[in-house]
C-alpha cells in the first residue's frame, strides 16, 4: 500500500505538508519502508508485532532543496518515523503514534 502523509504532529502543533511537497511510505512485506521524504529518496526498516511498531533510523539521498521550509519539513518527518510506537489503520487512513499514545504521523492511502 503506497501512503500520502497529510500532516505530522510535533510536540506544539499539527502541521500540514509543504503545499507542493509529497511525502510518501510505502511499507513491504520484507520489513522495509521507503518513499519520498518530500526531497529527498529514504529508506528504513520496520518491525510490526499486532499494533506494535518499531521504524530503524532511515538512509536517504542527500540532495538540498531550496524550498523554504521543506529540509525542516523532510527533517521532523524522518525523526517522527523513529518515534513510531504504535499504528492504526481505519479504512483508507494510516496513523503513527508514540508511546504514549499521541499521534504524530497521518497518512491516507493513495488511489
Request: hydrophobic share 40%.
Amino acid at each position: 500500500t503506497n501512503w500520502t502523509l497529510e500532516s505530522f504532529h510535533t510536540a506544539d502543533a499539527v502541521s500540514s505538508v509543504i503545499a507542493g511537497t509529497t511525502i510518501t511510505a510505502v511499507f513491504h512485506e520484507d520489513g522495509r519502508v521507503a518513499g519520498s521524504a518530500g526531497c529527498n529518496r529514504y529508506f528504513a526498516y520496520y518491525t510490526v508485532t499486532g499494533t506494535s511498531v518499531s521504524i530503524g533510523a532511515a538512509g536517504s539521498t542527500k540532495m538540498h532543496c531550496t524550498r523554504p521550509g521543506m529540509m525542516v519539513q523532510e527533517s521532523a518527518y524522518l525523526a517522527s518515523l523513529i518515534r513510531a510506537a504504535t499504528f492504526t489503520i481505519s479504512g483508507n487512513r494510516l496513523v503513527l503514534a508514540d508511546e504514549n499514545g499521541t499521534t504524530i504521523l497521518s497518512f491516507i492511502k493513495e488511489s
